[in-house]
């Protein structure tokens, strides 16, 4: 496989050769905003643990509460491309403690609404299966209908970043 498509390991080589010509054509970022025209606005943490609580609390709610979520300039992409579900336990006095905790990476801040969702959803899914297997993915579909199809357009995205830059334009300063 071409190394400019490591986001895309173990797709087939007709799907990545439609993706590589896209490349080669420069339309990869003409696609995706066609697919994707507007960035989310969730860009504080805050913001952020707010939009993955929503929804946590429609589909897991008997599962643990998040102590913490929010964006994290330490998150490699190539490894955790899709953000990180920490799981801490800490004794306090004669008790353990549990906290989870989500950091997704600050390349997401300025992306569709639907990556940061079809990522909140993986992290969110692992509060009830640790491992990636066919029914922690059962679960993520049943969150998010689309979320296939949403993982494979944020590996495009995260190509496109890599190779081009970003997809849209910086927000523009608050006031």
Avoid: W
Wanted: net charge positive.
């Amino acid at each position: 496989m071409h190394s400019k498509l490591k986001y895309l390991a173990g797709y087939s080589p007709q799907l990545t050769g439609q993706v590589e010509q896209l490349i080669a054509e420069e339309r990869l970022g003409t696609v995706l905003r066609e697919k994707y025209p507007t960035p989310h606005t969730i860009r504080t943490d805050k913001a952020l643990y707010d939009f993955t609580v929503g929804y946590k609390n429609e589909f897991l709610r008997n599962t643990p509460p998040l102590s913490k979520v929010g964006y994290d300039g330490k998150i490699e992409l190539l490894h955790h491309a899709l953000g990180v579900h920490y799981f801490v336990s800490r004794v306090q006095g004669a008790k353990l403690k549990a906290k989870h905790e989500i950091k997704i990476a600050p390349a997401f801040k300025v992306a569709p609404r639907e990556f940061l969702q079809m990522i909140v959803v993986h992290e969110l899914a692992h509060l009830k299966e640790k491992e990636h297997n066919k029914a922690f993915y059962q679960l993520c579909e049943h969150m998010e209908p689309a979320y296939g199809q949403l993982e494979f357009d944020t590996r495009l995205f995260l190509t496109h970043l890599e190779l081009f830059g970003p997809l849209y334009p910086a927000p523009a300063p608050r006031p």
